[in-house]
């Protein structure tokens, strides 16, 4: 998934954030006109998230001058969140709704092929101690 915030302050053109809920622990604010696209070079990932204990949506976030963090963009790869993550972007583990979840896996379903184990062959040890 490529995605990025438009080069102005706040949220890009076509996008929403509305607050939701507030305590003492933070805010959660619903933000609304972000894509999820979905590629088979990560289906692997998508499945174990899929298959993990808390299956979720990553929001890769963005701070600038100091300012509250700003959704740049959403995947549902383990393997892209933990990238910008490394790279000290902020990223945000959230549920995926259950609607989004039946899209994913219908998508895994179709394109995750698993690799196929091998065996060792046995026998190669066998002759390289009788060789000693």
Known sequence: MIAAVAGQRGL???????PIHEDERGR??????YQLSLHRDDAESYYCN???ERPSLFVVCREEDGKRPE???VTAS???AASYSEVDENVYAVPIPP???LWIEAYVLEHYVPE???????????????RR
Do not use: T
């Not at 890009?12 to 509305?18: E, N």
């Not at 196929?116 to 009788?130: L, T, V, Y």
């Open 71 to 73: 959704p740049a963009l």
């Open 12 to 18: 890009p053109q076509g996008r929403s954030a509305v």
């Open 99 to 101: 609607e989004i979840y």
């Open 50 to 52: 899929l298959m993990g």
């Open 116 to 130: 196929k184990r091998r065996k060792r062959k046995r026998d190669d040890w066998k002759q390289d101690e009788s």
């Open 28 to 33: 959660q604010i619903l933000c609304r006109g």
């Open 78 to 80: 383990y393997g892209e």
